[in-house]
């Protein structure tokens, strides 16, 4: 912090526009030392304001940028330094404090093709919210709709770090907005009859994996990861523990749910103990899928090799893991409530499963549809008649029934207080 200094800075004009000009001192993040800069600000046109307007507009950005005159001003860092600097150095390592290891990884990455790679050369003052917009209006061209909206709030975390470390006075994408015209994110799901043709497709070990994959949802990077000390038999259950990504083994998982005990239904309990007796491994240190080498498998390998070869073979619109999730998320639906698919899937949020994975089933929209139908074209009489239908072990008053012990606004509507007054002879009740 230090006192603001009372210059007034001065104008000029070039071109059809005024200009102005005043100094700030900023810390350089390199070599830690002050250093005085000149900041030139356009104003506006000539033809809309005079000199003296020019120098009032020129004093207000003075203001802004630097507080009011006596006033304590803070001394702001260098907003010269490239956007790629600022990430690399300032950013990224506070991000990487809460991310995992292989998360880390990943985001870096992202961060790298999609903002670096195109802006990093650039100096951070130099942003405005216009070029940023068009930045993301071409990434939404290019990339996928859940890829553009991460993008975009990374785009926002690292301005508004710049702004809190005091290398920008004003966050430029602030008010970025995400592109109306996105890709559209996949969708594909597949069928009951076509889930049961590829594992009938497949030999014993592939069937009894993807079996056990579709009947538990489970991510590939868990299914791979389990060991035979994973499975009671006797109470039918599996222990998700472990999980493997990019060649290692890791003792956390996606969510904070992934790692649990997943009931195996027990027709599936026999698959494995079946799968148990002719695998080259049953050690309890033994992963139950494993590779020639007896270590895990791949992801991309098998989805390549398998996957990719089954939905050829019978002619699927896609089969991956992903789309076995989402698949097994639509369809069970009618299976069990929503809480029940969200324990299936393991996800912490309902939003998830519902918004993510659940796809709508045009079938049941269709039976949807037609109920609500039928009930709009019943006939008032129809109505009346199911009302008056009389019920086993009803009771009769004056040509009217109702159930023992219950009285219908409906049927009753038209009686009087005295009409309950009448003699037990009235009222028979039928046995």
């Known amino acids: 912090m230090g006192t603001a200094s009372h210059q007034r800075g001065y104008v000029t004009p070039r071109g059809k526009q005024w200009y102005g000009y005043y100094r700030k001192v900023a810390n350089d993040p390199i070599t830690s030392e002050q250093k005085t800069t ?15 307007e020019a120098r009032e507009a020129l004093q207000r950005e003075i203001t802004k940028q630097m507080g009011d005159p006596g006033s304590p001003t803070r001394v702001m860092n260098d907003g010269s330094v490239t956007f790629a600097w600022f990430v690399e150095n300032r950013f990224l390592p506070l991000k990487e404090a809460a991310w995992k290891e292989e998360t880390a990884k990943t985001k870096t990455i992202l961060i790298q093709r999609d903002l670096i790679d195109p802006l990093g050369d650039i100096p951070l003052v130099n942003f405005d919210k216009f070029s940023l917009q068009l930045h993301m209006n071409k990434l939404a061209s290019t990339r996928s709709k859940d890829r553009v909206l991460q993008m975009r709030a990374y785009l926002r975390d690292i301005f508004a770090e710049a702004v809190d470390q005091d290398f920008l ?15 559209e994110t996949d969708t594909t799901n597949l069928t009951w009859d076509q889930l049961r043709s590829a594992l009938n497709a497949l030999g014993p ?23 035979w000390k994973c499975f009671d038999s006797e109470a039918s259950a599996m222990s998700v523990t472990e999980t493997v990504y990019k060649g290692n083994i890791r ?4 969510t904070k749910k992934s790692l649990s005990v997943i009931h195996i239904p027990e027709t599936l309990a026999v698959g494995l103990e079946a799968w148990k007796s002719e695998c080259p491994d049953p050690s309890p240190e033994a992963f139950i899928f494993a590779n020639q080498a007896g270590n895990f498998i791949d992801t991309d390998n098998y989805r390549k090799r398998v996957l990719h070869k089954l939905a050829r073979d019978l002619k699927l619109p896609k089969l991956t893991f992903q789309v076995i999730r989402r698949t097994i998320a639509t369809l069970a639906q009618k299976k069990g409530t929503v809480k029940d698919v969200q324990g299936l899937m393991r996800h912490s949020r309902t939003a998830t499963t519902t918004d993510v994975y659940m796809q709508e089933i045009p079938e049941s929209v269709q039976s949807t549809v ?25 009771a009769v008053l004056r ?6 012990g219950v009285v219908s606004v409906k049927v009753f509507g038209d009686l009087t207080p005295n009409d309950t007054k009448h003699s037990g002879e009235e009222i028979a009740w039928s046995r």
């Open 38 to 52: 000149r900041v030139p600000v356009i104003l506006g046109l000539k033809s809309k304001m005079s000199k003296f």
């Open 169 to 183: 006075a004003k966050d430029p994408a602030r008010k970025v907005k995400v592109p109306t015209q996105l890709r």
């Open 205 to 227: 070990r592939d069937r009894i994996l993807l079996e056990l994959d579709m009947t538990n949802a489970l991510r590939p990077s868990e299914l791979f990861a389990l060991k």
């Open 251 to 254: 003792s956390w998982g996606k």
């Open 370 to 394: 037609n109920s609500i139908h039928l009930e709009l074209r019943k006939s008032p009489e129809e109505e009346r008649r199911k009302v008056a239908k009389a019920l086993p072990g009803a």
């Open 399 to 404: 040509g009217r029934s109702f159930k023992h």
